[in-house]
Structure formats: C-alpha cells, structure tokens
C-alpha cells in the first residue's frame, strides 16, 4: 500500500576538550556540538517493603554507560548498603530484594568504577507498601455565575528539577468537576497548576483565572529546563487574571501576584479584573453585534461568503444591509430558534454559555521553584475570532469555540541539543505550531506553521474538514493533527520533527510529508486521494526493529471518508506499510509487546482494527486495553493501565495480556472519564521501568506505585533516553499518549541497537560542588586544598554561564590537577580523589 506524501522535503583530558567542539550550549553559542541537554540526576534510589524482603531500585545514570554485552549495558556495578554494612555488589541490574531486610533498615548504593566507589546515594528508609503518597493540597470548592457548585479533583501530571538538586519536582493540575470538553457548554471552575516536592511541600500553585476554561483540550503545561540553567521552568497559556500564589514555611499564602499584562493590553483598557465567560444573553449580544457587521466582513467584502445572511441561512431576502439592530436580532433568533435545531437536535445556542471567545490571550514562563513569571507575551496565533472562520458553524453541530480552542503543546531538540517549547492551536479545519526557544530572559520565535484555513463557500453551510488550507506551503496539514503530537528523530540527521499526526514538520519548520492514500472500494469516494486524516491515538518508536528507522502508528475516525482507520507509516517519509479500510470511527489504537514470542511491538485498534504484528500480520480480533501503556514487567514487555471512570467507578489496574492482572491499585481513580490514564507514566525514580502515579479517590495525595519484579535486565534511565525525556513532558498533553523512547524496547531487544548517551547536563558543576561541600564537611578534603578547589568550579560555572566552552574544560582541568596534588598543606582522602575526580572527568567528558 502506497501513500502520496504531499510536501516531501525538506575522561577525557582537559586539552582534549579545549580542541573540540564544546557539548554545552548558551544563548551566545549557537554552533555547540551535537550532544543534547539533559538534567542532572542523582541516583534516584527507592526502597520499598513487600512479602519477600525489601527491594530496592536506582538508576544507572547515561554518563555511566560505556557500551553493551549481550544481556544489558556496560557501566558502574553498584554495591548495596544496609545498615552500614555491604550486603551485596549488584553489576547485571539496578535493583536487588534484600530478603533479610527490615523496615526500620538504613539502605544506600555506591557506584563503583574500577574497583572504586565514586559515587554513594542518599541514605533512605523503605517505605512500608510498594507505593509512595505524595501529600496534596486541594483547593477550596466553588460555584460558577449559574450558581452550579464544584469541586477539584488532581488530574495530569508532570516532572521537572526546578531547583537543581537532581530530584524530580511534581507538578499537578487542579481540575474542577465541571470541567468541559471543548464542545460541551457551561461554566467551568479555575484550573490550578501546583509544585510539590516529593515529601508534599507545596512550593507554589498558579491560579489560571476565570479567563481559562477547564478541559483537557484549553490547558497544556509544559515542565522543562528550557535555558540550561540546571532547573525546569513552567510554560503555559494564560490570561487576564492568572496569578501565582507563593507559600511561607508553614504552608500559609504568603503573596498573590497577577502576571504583568503587555502595555498596549492595558493601554486598551483590559484588565485582571475583567471576565470574559459568556453567558447566554452576551453569546446573544455577541451574534447580533456580528450580524450587525456583515457587509464589513473581509470574507464577504472579499466574495467569498454570501453577501446577506439569508443566503446563507437558505431563506429569503427580508432585509437591507447593514442591518438594523432590530433585523439583526430578528436574524440571531432565527439562527437560535429554527436554522440551528433544523440541522441537529443536539444545537441550542439559547443555552450556550461559559465560553471565552474574546479577551487577550497570553503565553507566559514561570520560575519553576518560585513561580515567579520571567516573561509573558501574546498567544500566537490569536483566536481571530469564535470559530466562525474555523467551521464551527459550517457543519450539522453548531459549536462555537470548538475548533478555534483545540490546543497541544510539546517539547522538541530541534537543533538536537537545545529544547523548545511547542504550542500548537487547531487540527481541523486549521492547523497552527509554533516554536520558541527561552534563554532565561526572553522567548525567541524558532518557526511557525500555519495552514492558513480551510475556505468555505458558506460558513453556516459547509464541510471544511479535509479541504486544503490556503497556505501553499502547508495547506494539506489540515485535518491531519490529533489529539497530541510527538517529537522524534523520524529522518535520523540528530534532529527532531514534530509528528503532527498524520503529517510531519521537520526541524526547521519545513513541510516534510503529509500523508494521503487511495480511497478504496466501499468508501465515500473510491478511487480518489484522501488525507488518512485526523485520529485520537498516535505511537512513534522503533515499532519493528526488523526493518530500519521508526515507525508511527495511528487510528483514524474518518470512517467512510478516510482511506484506513488504522496505519503503520515510515516515520522518515509518512509512506503507509500496512492499514485498513474500516469505516467506522477507530476510535482507540495502542502498541506494545504484550506478546515477547512475537518479533517487535504489536499493534492494536478497537472497532474491528484488531492485533496486528510489526508487520501487519493480523493476530486476531481480541484486543489489549487501549487507555495507556506502562513498561512493567522485569522481562520489558509491555503492560496495559486499565480503570476508566465514567458514570461508575473502575478501580485501576495494571495487566498482562499472558499474565493477567499484575497491581490493583486500591483507593486510587484514574483521570479524564474514558480515556482512564493515570496522572503520570514514566521513569521518574528507581531503574528503567516505569512509576504509575494516580490521585487517590479523595484526592488527598498521588500516590506513586513502584514495580517490585526483579529484573536482570541493566539500562540507563530512560529519563537520559532525549526522545522519552520530551515525550514525559509532552504526555500530559489532551489525549495522553504514552512515552516512547528512540530505540526499540522490548522483550527482544538488541542491546547493540540502544544508543550510547550523548548528552550534557548543565547541573552537573552545581552537583560536583555539592560533592566537594559534603567532602570538606566530614573531613577528606582540608586545607588550603578546599579553598582552591571550590574556587576552581567556582571558575567553571562562571566560565559556563557565560558560554565560554573551553575555559569552562580548563578550570575543570585544575580542579583535576588540584585532586592530585593539593595546595601547601592541604589534603585530599583517597575515597574523595577518586569520586570528585571520576564526576569531573565525566564533564569534561560531555565537554568533549
């Protein structure tokens, strides 16, 4: 099967690394080498008590990795502490079961290079179950304009260091109880955005303010380390109104500051106090006021829509133009009362209300440990106006602010070292993605995408979906965006594209494919060439690692005007390996090796898509849960989360399509009614596979479920994995997807196809100090030698701060020299030399 693809396209020594091309990157070095930025991590150790002992779980970092055998990865072999005592040296894994461990026992790990312990973790205690609760503060309950009363509920997740210590912050969204899709009408509550440390301590909450509505579709909050500082920044959509409410000590508000709103906004009079949620009788005032200016509108001035509305709503002519106000409302209460109803039951526009169709609209970066905001600047691109111009109106289901509100946003290494920010708007009729790069003090536009919209004879009577956009560049984008998007090397040059579903950017904001296929016999148009169109779910990894490169795989709801209602596509030029002609909404599609017999992922889709191999041999009719995937299992096949709640209660649960049911996770609720995914998914402590973190019922803390299966199989963090780490931050986004990484992982994976980290992380001086601090602290560096080796990576940060690469290399060499020979009457223990020269050497390494 054949696709047309429309747009086709585009330890090292220290003068080692003074003659190469410097791994670390600031705003004023643009030509930095190709190794990608990632955070600082320590060592992540868990601990936690169940019927047969106390197991135990690190990371083994990227920089430890120095190649592969057969069975894992080559890197530190670690020996296991408890109680003060060496119980155990574990080189095949990063977890062990201590069988005689207690629960009042005192466990940490020491890496060891060479024989050497370089590098001793915290000291932990178990925790008494194999989860973890996260305290939560839930904010108070509300009522809307209409007097309805609601509630809160934590909903998505995501992860970020904020304050440089190497752990992992958590950030939660508040979502009330009268959250809307964005088809649905009504008045929904404040959404509240909130940091936590691991041991509950509130940081900071961002109140968005009553010009965000609530819905998976309006808020999508991206947690990274966008400058390089060594700490995750918070990045979001917000408006007149949103403010950051800061906590003292003790857990009471200690300031509430609104964001800094542009000067031409205020000099137009908006304001924090303004409220821009529609009740019916301003959606009314709005319709007249529009049906006022008709004749002015460009679309109509242009000749493109009819002149009069009669024309367009079908009836005819009555009245002059421009309208009287009273022809006006006469035609708004036509609308209202007997054209929408006539074209569906389902259309009452007396009734619409909670909607924010005007106002400013921001993007603003916050200070991920304050919240302090650093910059805000205006949405790009602005609504333009309800979704009139989107086709909210044009079809059967009149639904303003339906189209025009359709939000994504993402993380990408673009270049293939720094990270940008991508925020999106429209998928249908119009598709929009922009770009930005932060540099600590201001967004830089990268690039922006822009399929213009979909033309429209009649924007009351009309089928825009699947109509070319007007851009002559990206035009066939349109309809072909889902619900998320992805960011992934698809073309193998070290950068990353922006999977936009069905369609696919390159790095440089260029046009690399949009795929269309051949409509079959039985569809709505047999023999022409159609988009596959837009879908709910889309997976992009090494899928069949039989054949090169990565594939994506997506369902598709087009039913009879779509080509396929699921596809395997080459990820590298969108071309369709295998799909099928179903003509129903397939509305649900997962992949994952739930069967390890079977080479590569499986694939599978609801409504008749069936099981499917890499290949496309199709397995049966029975499928898997399609909500949302989780790495598991010791033996790194793939489980299913199930547990959507809807109208009843489901508890969550994990499972294994041989196995059967692994975890039943009491008194905890999945979120976003059927699409039943936890809050988060992902490596975010212990070895490579992944933490299931879901709200409890009541919401009072997340609780963090860790997989206790020993396993023998040794990987790094799949947090050092560049494609996995921007798809953790990318998950929360409207229809939660999984998180992928850039190499196939599964139950037959070829160790000699997982790539050797290339990365640097900006943190990593920060940590080597605090190394040095703990070392002059109990005694093995004294002296004169303190002083000199502080003020020698005292040096280095200000040397990479500045951007300067190479002086950054030499005052690491000199703090190396310093290690082995220490100034006057200095002295530097053995343990210490080792350690603080091992984590040096590793920087220079990343340096060079």
């Known amino acids: 099967m054949t696709a047309l693809l429309v747009g086709t396209g585009g330890a090292a020594a220290a003068d080692t690394a003074r003659d190469s091309e410097s791994a670390f990157r600031s705003a004023d070095k643009p030509d930095a080498t190709e190794a990608a930025q990632l955070e600082h991590l320590d060592r992540g150790l868990v601990a936690a008590a169940t019927d047969e002992g106390v197991f135990l779980s690190w990371r083994l970092l990227g920089s430890e990795v120095t190649g592969h055998t057969g069975q894992g990865m080559v890197g530190a072999d670690f020996h296991v502490y408890r109680d003060g005592e060496r119980i155990a040296t574990v080189a095949d894994s990063t977890n062990y079961l201590d069988q005689d461990g207690a629960p009042d026992s005192d466990y940490w790990v020491a890496a060891v290079i060479d024989g ?68 649905q009408v009504g008045y929904t509550g404040n959404v509240y955005i909130d940091t936590y440390e691991l041991d509950g301590s509130l940081r900071h909450r961002i109140d968005l303010g009553v010009n965000v509505r609530a819905g998976a579709h309006y808020t999508q909050f991206l947690v990274y380390d966008f400058d390089g500082d060594g700490r995750s920044e918070l990045m979001f959509k917000t408006a007149p109104g949103t403010k950051v409410i800061s906590y003292d000590e003790d857990g009471n508000v200690a300031s509430e500051e609104c964001i800094t709103m542009p000067k031409k906004d205020l000099k137009a009079g908006y304001s924090h106090d303004d409220d821009y949620r529609m009740s019916a009788d301003d959606f009314y005032e709005f319709t007249v006021d529009r049906f006022m200016g008709w004749h002015e509108h460009p679309e109509v ?284 909404d397939v509305g649900r599609g997962m992949v994952g090796d739930i069967l390890p017999g079977e080479p590569g992922f499986e694939a599978w889709g609801s409504h008749g898509a069936g099981l499917h191999t890499a290949d496309g041999d199709r397995l049966g009719d029975q499928i898997p849960g399609t909500n949302q995937s989780i790495r598991w299992a010791a033996d790194m096949t793939t489980q299913i989360v199930h547990g959507a709640t809807t109208d009843t209660y489901e508890t969550p649960t994990v499972r294994d399509w041989e196995r059967g049911t692994l975890l039943t996770a009491e008194g905890t609720t999945t979120n976003n009614w059927s699409k039943g995914n936890p809050s988060l998914v992902a490596d975010v402590f212990g070895d490579w596979r992944e933490e299931m973190l879901l709200p409890l019922v009541d919401s009072s803390a997340i609780r963090v479920y860790l997989s206790t299966e020993v396993t023998d199989r040794k990987l790094y963090t799949l947090m050092h994995d560049p494609q996995y780490r921007a798809e953790v931050a990318r998950q929360q986004t409207t229809y939660n997807q999984p998180s992928y990484t850039s190499f196939y992982l599964g139950s037959d994976i070829d160790w000699a196809d997982v790539p050797l980290p290339d990365y640097w992380t900006p943190g990593g001086i920060g940590a080597l100090s605090e190394r040095l601090d703990a070392y002059v602290d109990n005694g093995d560096v004294a002296g004169p030698a303190s002083r000199y080796l502080a003020n020698r990576l005292g040096q280095a940060q200000r040397h990479l701060d500045l951007g300067d690469d190479d002086l950054t290399a030499r005052a690491l060499g000199r703090f190396l020299d310093g290690l082995q020979d220490p100034r006057g009457t200095g002295t530097v223990s053995e343990a210490a030399r080792v350690s603080l020269g091992y984590h040096a050497e590793t920087l220079i390494s990343m340096l060079s």
Do not use: C
Not at 144 to 163: C, F, K, L, Q, R
Not at 387 to 394: P, R, S, T, V
Not at 432 to 461: C, R
């Open 116 to 183: 050497h312990e370089v590098d001793v973790s915290a000291r932990i205690a178990p925790w008494s179950d194999t989860y973890y609760d996260i305290p939560l503060q839930k904010p108070a309950d509300g009522v809307t304009p209409a007097g309805e009363e609601y509630t809160y509920s934590a909903n998505d997740m995501s992860v970020g260091d904020v304050d440089g210590d190497g752990q992992y912050e958590y950030v939660v969204k508040w979502d009330p109880s009268n959250s809307k899709d964005v088809s």
């Open 301 to 584: 001035v242009a000749g493109n829509w009819p002149g009069t509305l009669e024309e367009a709503f079908g009836i005819e002519p009555r009245y002059d133009y421009p309208l009287s106000r009273d022809d006006a409302e006469a035609l708004a209460d036509y609308l209202m009362d007997e054209y929408a109803p006539s074209r569906s039951g389902r259309n009452d526009l007396r009734n619409f209300e909670g909607f924010i169709l005007t106002g400013p609209e921001y993007l603003t970066v916050f200070d991920g440990a304050t919240g302090e905001e650093l910059e805000t600047i205006d949405y790009k691109p602005a609504r333009g106006d309800d979704g009139l111009l989107w086709g909210d109106y044009a079809m059967s289901r009149i639904e303003p602010g339906n189209r025009v509100d359709r939000f994504l946003s993402g993380v990408a290494y673009l270049d293939g070292q720094q990270p940008s920010a991508v925020f999106a708007r429209g998928y249908y009729t119009r598709t929009t993605i922009v770009a930005y790069d932060w540099d600590g003090k201001h967004l830089k536009e990268q690039w922006y995408v822009d399929s213009g919209h979909a033309p429209m004879s009649n924007p009351f009577n009309d089928g825009p979906h699947g109509v070319d956009g007007t851009d002559p560049e990206f035009g066939t984008i349109t309809t072909q965006g889902f619900h998320s998007l992805s960011a992934a090397d698809v073309d193998d040059d070290g950068k990353q594209e922006i999977v936009y579903g069905a369609a696919t950017i390159d790095d440089d904001g260029s046009l690399l494919y949009s795929s269309f296929d051949l409509m079959p016999e039985g569809s709505a148009d047999p023999g022409s060439m159609a988009r596959l169109g837009h879908g709910d779910a889309m997976h992009v990894t090494d899928i069949d690692p039989n054949r090169p490169g990565t594939e994506i795989f997506t369902v598709h709801e087009g039913g009879a005007w779509a080509p396929l209602g699921y596809a395997m596509r080459d990820a590298a030029t969108g071309e369709v390996l295998f799909g099928e002609f179903i003509p129903s």
